[in-house]
């Protein structure tokens, strides 16, 4: 047995009983010291067959495929003769072939056979790299206020339809608030008021509503907040379609002018 | 902050779930199928195909039922920390008292399923839905070439949704292509119904008496680019036509490929509207009554612009199209068509089906709910029923 099936047989026979240790150690003492000898680098029997294989291939011939036939696509098209050069078409914009797909045969068109996506799922281009998402709360943003924080006509004209009415807007966690003033405790105000701890959040809520009903022009004018003041841990996405598109489109939105007032 | 205030706050949801009355036979089954890595629990009936990822607020993966094939592919929403959350408890009442209001329409995004697990970690709500792919946002601004057949079929597609919805004197209140999800096989179904309100009036009257909530509509509105001039210029009430606005930049967007008004604030956008309608005629500023309304007439300092026909800008769209998008996109929202007078259009005689535009059978949405939601509980509650209900109905047609 020489020392490669030796060392073999040893790697094999780590599950061996206690007592055959000690011969298992001699074994693989003895393969350490042979290992050192630069004949003996193999510690197992390696399989060369696709070697073997290659060697074989690379002795062998292969005749180089010559095809002198012209493709009847190159007569038709071109028409050129081999060598001549002309002009490089900068405007060619070769065919697509998902037009070809999508407009298809030109057969009697009905809803049911218009659209073929299921084998061209490729041709949507922006994939969702994001995440798939889907509802409630599919779309999450900070719906925007229909009076502006700068439109102090409107804000004059809300306060005193709302003065009539004797109505108010309603702080948007004003539950919340009343929720958590009923949770709150003395502990937590000393926790507060000595180490600025808030551990409930309740004292930060109570600043802002204090905040929305002291100032008017706030409470008429704040946006529906679904992003604001949210960990990130809770809200895994924040997702503002409308910031997504922009970065496209606000580049092309140079090429539509009033002047051509066409968009390709 | 958050643990201790969870922990609280927990002790309550479980107290609120166990006030859950479920019967036995519809009682969940014991046994589940579990998702350890993603923390998701789901009945044992389903499997889960793949995880698909992480949305707001929530885990998102695909099942479908044990031995079907070929498998119907599911979403399942995973929702949790929302409890705690006045404006999220709201949005997930508002959004699937929706869902289940017009489930059944075809061109409405359907829920399947509704579920509360309360035993950590798996504990939230879970939304089963249809699994659509694609929203119509990524269709148009992709290469795929939209021949006008293609664009009479996703219009009339959406107006019937949206006949649906408006039947049921509902306001969406934010179409636009994102929200219109697409199925591979070219099916449209309008969802998010995070901004959508019921208007119908006797409704209105309900909520006065109670005095709980205030009579008039929300002033959040919509995304600006699709969002009508009314809401941009005036500060009256507003109705379904702001939907109709939407679709009509929708068509005119099928063409453009990209968004036709991109404001980038209120003003801005009222320009990019400007720049195409051309100035709103003086008699329409002074019904906008506003002083910015006012500001863009004819006598102030901002250049007067005139109309640019729509024929102008699409040239390659047929007259139908273009007449329609001039139909829908009308400074004056009581000129635009309303949502059967666009299905009725020319423009989609082609592809129409007048037998398949149902409208909603169950009536107007009754909205009254909201001024019964006067305490976090309540909420907690209230959503709770909501699944609740939905599992009877469900369990009930089976």
Known sequence: MNVGEKVQQDENQTHLPLHKKSNNLFIKEKAVTEYNK?????????????????????????????????????????????????????????????????????????????????SDSDLVIEECDRGYDCGPFYHLYNYENRIEPDDYEAIIEAIITDEIAGTYPMFERELEYQELKGLVRKRDYILYYLFSKDYLGFFQLKEERTFFYTY????????????DNVPENDLFTEENDEQLQSFDFENMSSVRTLDSGVWR | MDVC????????????????????????????????????SIPG????????????????????????????????????????????????????????????HKNIVNLIDLEIVSSSPYDGLYCYQELIDYDLAKVIHS???????????????????????????????????????????????????GLARGIHTEF???????????????????????RAPELLLSNQPYDKSI??????????????????????????????????????????????????????????????????????MFPFAS?????????????????????EQAISHPFLTDVRKPDDEPVCLQGPFDFTYESELSSMSKLRDHLIKEVDDFKTELFSSL
Not at chain 2, 19 to 32: D, K
Not at chain 2, 58 to 87: D, H, L, R, W, Y
Not at chain 2, 153 to 177: M, T
């Open chain 1, 38 to 118: 630069p004949d003996n680098i193999r510690l197992r029997n390696l399989n060369f067959n696709h070697r073997k294989y290659l060697d074989d291939k690379k002795t062998k011939q292969f005749p180089v495929p010559v095809n002198f036939e012209k493709s009847t696509r190159c007569e038709v098209g071109i028409g050129l003769e081999p060598g001549e050069l002309t002009d490089v078409n900068l405007d060619y914009i070769p065919k697509s072939p998902s037009i070809e797909k999508i407009s298809g045969p030109n057969t009697t068109i009905t809803p049911k056979n218009i659209i073929h996506l299921q």
């Open chain 1, 216 to 227: 008017p022009s706030i409470a008429y004018t704040s946006p529906l907040r679904y992003l």
């Open chain 2, 5 to 40: 205030r969870a922990s609280r706050m927990n002790r309550m949801l479980t107290d609120n779930t166990r006030a859950l009355n479920v019967p036995p036979s519809l009682a969940p089954p014991q046994e589940r199928t579990i998702f350890a890595k993603e923390r998701i």
């Open chain 2, 45 to 104: 009936y389903y499997e889960i195909i793949q995880f698909l990822g992480k949305g707001a607020y929530g885990t998102v993966c695909s099942v479908k039922f044990k031995g079907q094939n070929p498998p119907a592919k599911i979403a399942v929403k995973k929702i949790s920390n929302i409890f705690n959350k006045e404006i999220l408890l709201k949005r997930a009442i508002r959004e699937l008292k929706f869902m289940n209001f017009f489930k059944g």
């Open chain 2, 143 to 193: 290469s795929v070439q939209l021949s006008e057949f293609h664009i009479k079929y996703f219009l009339y597609q959406i107006l019937c949704g949206l006949k649906y919805i408006h039947s049921a004197d509902v306001i969406h209140r934010d179409l636009k292509p994102g929200n219109i999800l697409c199925t591979l096989n070219g099916c449209l179904k309008i969802c998010d119904f």
């Open chain 2, 204 to 226: 209105f009257q309900c909520q006065t008496t109670n005095s709980a909530v205030q009579p008039h509509i929300t002033n959040y509105v919509a995304t600006r680019w699709y």
């Open chain 2, 243 to 312: 939907d109709i606005w939407a679709v009509g930049c929708i068509l005119a967007e099928f063409y453009a490929r990209k968004p036709v008004f991109m404001g980038r604030d209120s003003m801005h956008q009222v320009f990019e509207i400007i720049k195409v309608l051309g100035t709103p005629e003086k008699d329409l500023l002074i019904k906008f009554g506003t002083i910015k309304a006012w500001n863009l007439g004819k006598n102030s300092n901002n250049p007067v612009y005139k109309k640019i026909p729509w024929s102008n």
């Open chain 2, 319 to 339: 007259h139908e199209a273009i007449d329609l998008i001039e139909s829908l996109l009308h400074w004056d929202s009581t000129h635009r068509l309303n949502v």
